[in-house]
T-cell receptor
Framework: DGGITQSPKYLFRKEGQNVTLSCEQN?????MYWYRQDPGQGLRLIYY???????QKGDIAEGYSVSREKKESFPLTVTSAQKNPTAFYLC??????????????FGDGTRLSIL | SQQGEEDPQALSIQEGENATMNCSYK?????LQWYRQNSGRGLVHLIL?????REKHSGRLRVTLDTSKKSSSLLITASRAADTASYFC??????????????FGKGTKLSVKP
C-alpha cells in the first residue's frame, strides 16, 4: 500500500539535545511538507520541499532543520534552539508543488515531548 | 499565517442528525479543501472544490463555496458515531512559487453521540 510513514510515534527530548523525526513516502510524490500542530490549533508549516535537494522555510522554521537527499525521505531535526518543541509533528506529501488543486497525503504523526 | 477560520469550534450532535461546519478565508483562492483528523492521527483528505465550482458532493458530504463571501461549508448528512473527528478547511497559498502549499484553519471538533 502506498503511503507516508512517520517514526517514531512518540519521542522525548532532553535539554540541549537535537532529535530527528523520520518521514518516508512511497507515493512517488515530488513535494513534501512538515507541519507542527499544537493542542486545539491548526497546522503551521515548518519547512517544505518541492523537489529533491531543494527545501524552503515555512512560517515557523526557526529551531528546525531539514534535508531532502532522496525523493522518498524528508527528515526533520528539532534542534536545541527550538525552545518550545512539545507538539504533534505531521509530515505530508503531494504529487507536485507546481500544480494547483492537489490534495496532501499525511502520515500519522510524531508526538514530541520534553523530558 | 492562518487564512481559514472554521465555525463553530466544537459541535455535538446525535447520530442520524446532519452536521454543518463553516469556513471563512481572507484572500482569493484557487481551491479550498476539507480534511478530517481522528484523535492522535494524521489528516485525511475529504474533498477539494475549485474556485469556479459552487457545490460538490462525495457520498454523505456536501461542500459549498461562495467566493463572493469568501466562505465554504461542509455538510455531513445522517451522521454516524464514526464521524467523530476534527474537521479542517485549507486554502491554497503561494510560497516562493510553490503552488501546492496549503494554509489550514484551526478546525471544528465534531462529536457524534450514539
Amino acid at each position: 500500500d502506498g503511503g507516508i510513514t512517520q517514526s517514531p510515534k512518540y519521542l522525548f527530548r532532553k535539554e540541549g539535545q537535537n532529535v530527528t523525526l523520520s518521514c518516508e513516502q512511497n507515493l512517488n510524490h515530488d513535494a513534501m511538507y512538515w507541519y507542527r500542530q499544537d493542542p486545539g490549533q491548526g497546522l503551521r508549516l515548518i519547512y517544505y520541499s518541492q523537489i529533491v535537494n531543494d527545501f524552503q522555510k515555512g512560517d515557523i522554521a526557526e529551531g528546525y532543520s531539514v534535508s531532502r537527499e532522496k525523493k522518498e525521505s524528508f527528515p526533520l531535526t528539532v534542534t536545541s534552539a527550538q525552545k518550545n518543541p512539545t507538539a504533534f509533528y505531521l509530515c505530508a506529501s503531494s504529487y507536485s508543488a507546481t500544480i494547483h488543486n492537489q490534495p496532501q497525503h499525511f502520515g500519522d504523526g510524531t508526538r514530541l515531548s520534553i523530558l | 499565517s492562518q487564512q481559514g477560520e472554521e465555525d463553530p469550534q466544537a459541535l455535538s450532535i446525535q447520530e442520524g442528525e446532519n452536521a454543518t461546519m463553516n469556513c471563512s478565508y481572507k484572500t482569493s483562492i484557487n481551491n479550498l479543501q476539507w480534511y478530517r483528523q481522528n484523535s492522535g492521527r494524521g489528516l485525511v483528505h475529504l474533498i477539494l472544490i475549485r474556485s469556479n465550482e459552487r457545490e460538490k458532493h462525495s457520498g454523505r458530504l456536501r461542500v459549498t463555496l461562495d467566493t463572493s463571501k469568501k466562505s465554504s461549508s461542509l455538510l455531513i448528512t445522517a451522521s454516524r458515531a464514526a464521524d467523530t473527528a476534527s474537521y479542517f478547511c485549507a486554502t491554497d497559498a503561494s510560497y516562493g512559487g510553490s503552488q501546492g502549499n496549503l494554509i489550514f484553519g484551526k478546525g471544528t471538533k465534531l462529536s457524534v453521540k450514539p
